[in-house]
């Protein structure tokens, strides 16, 4: 015997059934809808980098050929100024130290005079024997070295025309 109470409980259960199974149908319709979404977003990203593949990709590779031709030149002419620079440099320094050079010079020179101007003229007399006597040494170490030379050369000679002599003897002892 099913009582009505036992009709309302298996209707309620139905109902809570039905009721269930609506709210499953509607989860699983949101989550269609989500992934439909998600799938035209998938095929619209995938449709950007199909194009960039086949178009997009060849101009930035010919823009990054370029920059890279662009980064070399920049380089070489950056290598080319650096060097003229360097030797631009070299040359500078090298004609202030002939300056400096010669700028002393003519101040030693300049101080010489002034000091000599303040001897009285026997200290001159001094210095003007002293740098006579300079020249003279010079003079004298030149024709020293001059006659060093002469005399070695007289000596490899000599002793060449000893070897000749010896062996010339050793032959006509042969004989």
């Known amino acids: 015997v099913v009582t009505r109470d036992d009709v309302e409980e298996l209707l309620k259960a139905v109902f809570q059934f039905v009721k269930d199974k609506e709210q499953l149908l509607q989860d699983l319709r949101s989550q269609i809808e989500e992934t439909k979404k998600i799938i035209a977003e998938k095929q619209h990203e995938r449709d950007y980098w199909l194009e960039y593949k086949n178009v997009g990709s060849k101009i930035h590779a010919e823009k990054i050929s370029s920059l890279e031709k662009d980064i070399a030149e920049v380089k070489h002419e950056l290598e080319r100024t650096e060097e003229y620079y360097r030797e631009a440099l070299k040359v500078v320094r090298e004609e202030n130290q002939k300056l400096f050079d010669r ?49 070695q050369l007289l000596e490899e000679e000599n002793t060449n025309l000893v070897a000749k002599l010896i062996d010339i003897k050793l032959q006509h002892l042969r004989v």
């Open 103 to 151: 700028h002393m010079k003519l101040l030693s020179e300049e101080a010489l005079k002034n000091a000599v101007g303040y001897l009285d003229k026997h200290c001159r007399r001094e210095i003007e024997e002293n740098e006579w006597l300079k020249e003279e040494v010079k003079i004298y170490r030149k024709a020293h070295s001059d006659l060093e030379t002469s005399v």
